[in-house]
Structures are given as C-alpha cells and as structure tokens.
C-alpha cells in the first residue's frame, strides 16, 4: 500500500493524501473522492506507508501507466505557479487536462540514448527580419544545426499549417504538430510522441512550451509581439515568460523573431540580457507622410481625410494598386484637445497627458487618477475642446458614397472573407495579414492620435509596433504610409517620420523608468466579486493586509460593475519584482477568498 499527494483542478494550491496500490505511478491522473464528489486528480507524489493510516480515503481508479509529465515539467509548472499565483493543479490541468482516459499509443517507443545533451547555455535571441523567405530559411537553418528536438512556436495555426507544408519537405527530422484544435486522440498521441521519442519538430502554439521533451535543445518563438501569445483563460501566462523560464532550467537557447522587437526586450538588449539580430533592410522602408491635422486642409465630403490623403487614393487606384485604410474603433469615439490653441490636459501627478474615456471624464493611463473635464479650455477659452472621432463603419459608408466605382471592402475580426478586385479596404490592424498578398500601394491611418487614447500604459508601444507591421509586410517599395495626427511632434511620429526607430524606444523606456512602469516594475490586477456575507469584510482586510506588506503602490482601488452588472472590488498594484505580495498569503487567502489575480494583464 502507498500514500498519494494528489492534486486538483481548482484554484487553490493544496494537495490531498489517499490510500493507493503499490503499482501506482507518479504524474498519472486518478480517480478520487473531494469533498462530496469524485473528481479527477493528478499524483504528484507516492510514498510508501509505514503505518495503517485508515483515515485516508482510497484512489478509485487510476488512468494512466505511464508518467504524464517529467520532472522538468514539473519543476517549471511550480515556477510558473509562483509567477502567475496560479494553483500548480490548475496549471497541470491546462497542460494535460482534456486528454482520452482511454488510449493506445500507435507509435514504437525507442529507447533513449543520452547522447542528444549538448553543452549549451542559455542565451535570449531576438531576430528580425523584414521577409518570411530569409526568416523561413534561418528555421530551415536552425532545424538542421541544432541536435536533439527544438519546439517552433506560433501566433496562428494558418502561419503555422504554412510552415508545416515547407518544412516536411527540408527535413529527415519527424515533424509533429500540436494545437487545441487537433482532434483529442491524435494531439494525445502526439503528446505521448513527444515524452517517448527524440529528435523531433514540434510546431505548435503557445500550448506546445509544455511538452514534455527531454532532448529539447531550442525554443523558437515566430512574431513573439503578437498578443495571442498571452493566455486569456486560467493560468494567464505569457508564453515569452514560460518559454524563458524552461530554457533557463535546461540551460538552451531561446530565439524570438518578428518584424519589430518590444519595449521589454529592447530594454533587456541595452542590459546585454538579450542579444539583437537585426537583419532588416531599412532602405527598403516605404516613405512614412506624417501628416498634421491642425494646419493641412481636411477634404469636404471625406472629412476624415486631408486633401492630400483623399487625392492620393484616388492616384493610388487609377495605378492599380490597393489602398489600405486602418483604424481601431467600430464605432465613434471622442478625444480630448483644444481645437484653437492645441492645449491639452496634464496629470498633476506625472504631467503625462490625460485621455477621455468616456462622456467629461478624463484618465491618466499612468497613475489612474480619473478627472472630470473642463467646458472649455483653460488656457484660451475656447470651448472646442472635444473632437469627435468616426469609427470604422463610418468611414466604410463615406467612402462607399463618395467612390461609387470603387470596391470597398471592411477588413475586421468578424469580417475577414476577402473578395476579389478590391480598390479600398477599411478595417483595424489585422488587415496586417493581408498587405503581403496584395499589392498596396498606399496605406493610410486617418486618426493615430486615437490609438494612443487609449487608457493603457503600453498605447505607444502597442502603435508603433503596430505600424511596424505594416512597414514592413509592405511589397511594393514605392508605397507610402500615411499617419494623420494632431500630435506630429510626439516622439513616436518624430522617429518614424526620420526613420530613426532608436528615438522611440529610448523615450519610451525614459517615461516608464520616471513612471515606474514595466519592465521597471510588475502590474498585478486582482479582482474581488463582492459578496453578502458577515465575514466578507473580515476578509477584505487580510487582503488589504497583504497587499500592504508587499510595499506596491495602488493604482486603483474601487468599486466597479462588470458588463453583466456583477458588482467587484477591482484593484491595480504597480510593485518591483522583489516586493510582490507574498506568493503562499495570496494563495492561502484564495481558500476563502473567491477572487482573480492576473500579473502585467495586456488590460487593466
Ligand atoms: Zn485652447
Ligand atoms: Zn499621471
């Protein structure tokens, strides 16, 4: 007889004990009794009983004969919990959770030769390129120089399908793909693969940082500034973070690619944390017009546009090519600035300027701090200080009526079917996908200035990279790029406009570093559903407690409603790594204290 630690899919970092057979493995899951019901555990532990202890209850089935995960995974899923104050049950449930019971591996397992450990350290790689053919043939590269598996990670399963159809053709190496979206028995199987053979390719999406391969010898992360690579269910990880932390335990190399590097990594390359490729061209750039609304002339009937923009369109299409018209709200929004004098409204805190969110209620998107608006202008007067910004669907109507002869076409997350001979396509920045289809002669973002109202610490970062897409997904090399703003003298139009991309990152990191920002310091969002009870309050304190010990700084701190009306204690913590609140409080808190807790949230 054994006695098991078992553990649970739920959020609350506990283990269980029960009585087992002594044939039972360890990482297999299990049949057990919780509370009042059976439910599916995982053994993290077995020992050997040396005393009757007939209190425990007994396992009643178990599934596996075989170890579902390594000790690696194992190790990396409690640093993950830490991280993320994530139950490691809820964490190993992600990772193995909706596998078969019942299952039979179709593959021969080999026997495993140690011969695939290379000396090797860790070491983070940023590439970038300006092309898929030069980024696909260093994969090719990468695939054939590097002994033992490596893991391919990626944004999307089309990018991903599309690799797969090349590299099966470059390669002796078995190939394995592995997504959510692969039937359950083959995407088992191939996990099964992953933890009994070697010298594999995985390709996969941010899922795939788990598998379980013991000769792994290098991350690849295609595009790593794509936002599909957070996790938005339970456990909220990044996957940078997590692939970061498991080639730091096996000591391998991590490389990330993508068409612009991130304020982070840029950051951690001054540190020497990181090492840059940069292998782009920048001659090949197309010419970037930023265009100043206040003083250009705006056109008549298309009154988002400014002369110049609406008359290069029509060039554009009498040419041939394709014109792009990229925007980030569905419907009309309003901004904040004086129409006369061009003031604009600081924070009295870090003088950074304020942002309307919604109807006279103006935001600091770093310190939080919520103001209500002026009537008018303080400096002159006047009482033009609110500009009406028309959304997607406006703008699509507009240009509909005013080029009749033209096809038109919006470009959106539920519309994405492209048809054929478009002139004009309208719609947010996943139009990104289509700009190296097409020939684009012409690219235009009528209202930049609404990108950056947005309440988030990382608008500018998020835009620029943005922009930065398109740049360089751009074919033909005489298109042009237009941005119109208001603000052409910010830092971020300034080095686009001169093509020096250094200018905006050593300002961003300059404002972080005076606001305290990441990766100057962590967000931590922890939201509370209110509850009606005596000892609610009671609770409420010992978390008040906690998040008073670690020394953050509370960014906000209220009552909100959430859209079904629900009503929660919303909390924003901006705190230095090494003064998070401390890991085991929070999870012992969470026993008997329903609440959400999300580190560096994309939104807060
Ligand atoms: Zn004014
Ligand atoms: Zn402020």
């Known amino acids: ?190 996990y099964l693969e992953t933890l009994n053979r070697s010298n594999l390719v995985i390709l996969g999406t941010r899922i795939s940082i788990f598998l379980p391969l013991s000769d792994l010898n290098l991350v690849v992360i295609d595009s790593y500034v794509e936002p599909s690579y957070r996790e938005k269910k339970q456990p909220k990880y990044d996957s940078i973070e997590v692939a970061e932390e498991r080639c730091k335990l096996r000591n391998i190399p991590m490389v990330l690619t993508s068409y612009s590097i991130s304020v982070k990594e840029y950051f951690e390359t001054k540190n020497k944390k990181a090492f840059l490729f940069d292998k782009r061209n920048f001659e090949k750039i197309p010419e970037i017009l930023i265009i100043d609304k206040k003083w250009e002339e705006m056109d008549k009937k298309l009154d988002f546009l400014t002369k110049l923009s609406s008359s290069l369109i029509e060039e554009t299409i009498l040419k041939g090519n394709k014109v792009g018209i990229i925007h980030n709200r569905k419907g009309s929004a309003k901004t904040f600035k004086c129409e006369n004098c061009g003031h604009v409204l600081r924070c009295k805190i ?26 008018k202008c303080s400096k002159c007067g006047s009482k033009k200080i609110i500009e009406r910004i028309v959304g997607i669907e406006k703008i699509y109507t507009l240009l509909k009526n005013t080029y009749p002869d033209f096809k038109i076409q919006k470009i959106t997350a539920e519309e994405r079917k492209i048809e054929k001979d478009i002139d004009i396509f309208v719609g947010t920045n996943l139009m990104k996908n289509i700009v190296d289809k097409f020939n684009f002669g012409l690219i235009i973002f009528p209202h930049a200035d609404s990108f950056l109202n947005i309440p988030e610490y990382n608008s500018e970062e998020i835009f620029f990279l943005i ?30 406009k ?107």
């Open 1 to 190: 007889m054994k006695i098991v630690e078992v553990i649970f899919d739920i959020p609350i970092e506990r283990s269980f004990q029960y009585l087992a057979l002594d044939n039972i493995n360890n990482f297999v899951r299990v049949c057990a009794p919780l509370g009042e019901k059976d439910r599916i555990g995982f053994v993290i532990e077995t020992k050997e009983m040396k005393e009757k202890k007939t209190e425990f209850k007994w396992i009643k089935k178990v599934y596996d004969t075989q170890p579902l995960i390594t000790d690696e995974i194992f190790k990396l899923s409690k640093i993950i919990s830490r991280k993320y104050y994530t139950s490691i049950g809820q964490i190993i449930f992600y990772i193995i959770g909706n596998f078969p019971y019942k299952y039979e591996k179709n593959f021969q397992r080999e026997k495993k030769e140690k011969s695939n450990f290379l000396f090797q350290n860790f070491k983070k790689e940023i590439f970038l390129f300006d092309n898929k053919e030069e980024k696909n043939k260093f994969y090719f590269q990468l695939i054939s120089k590097t002994d033992g598996s490596l893991i391919f990670i990626f944004p999307e399963i089309s990018i991903l399908e599309d690799f797969y159809n090349q590299v099966i053709k470059k390669t002796d190496k078995r190939v394995l793909k592995y997504y959510g979206e692969i039937k359950k028995k083959e995407r088992l199987n191939n």
């Open 350 to 375: 870090c003088n950074s300027y304020l942002v309307l969110i919604e109807k006279n209620k103006l935001i600091c998107k770093y310190c939080k701090v919520v103001e209500d608006s002026e009537k």
């Open 467 to 496: 922009i930065n897409e398109f740049i360089w997904r751009l074919q033909n090399k005489n298109s042009k790029i237009i941005i119109q703003t208001k603000n052409p003298n910010f830092e971020i139009f300034l080095s686009l």
């Open 498 to 604: 001169n093509k020096n991309f250094e200018l905006f990152y050593e300002n961003e990191i300059k404002t972080r570093e005076t606001v305290d920002y990441p990766p100057f310091s962590e967000i931590i969002l922890i939201e509370v559903p209110i509850k009606k009870s005596r000892t609610f309050e009671e609770k409420i304190k010992i978390l008040n407690d906690i998040i008073r010990k670690s020394f953050s700084e509370t960014l906000f701190y209220d009552r909100v409603k959430d859209k079904k009306g629900k009503e929660k204690i919303k909390i924003v913590l901006k705190v230095k790594e090494k003064n998070r609140p401390v890991f085991e409080e929070v999870m012992g808190l969470r026993e008997k204290l329903d609440f959400k807790i999300e580190v560096n949230p994309l939104v807060f």
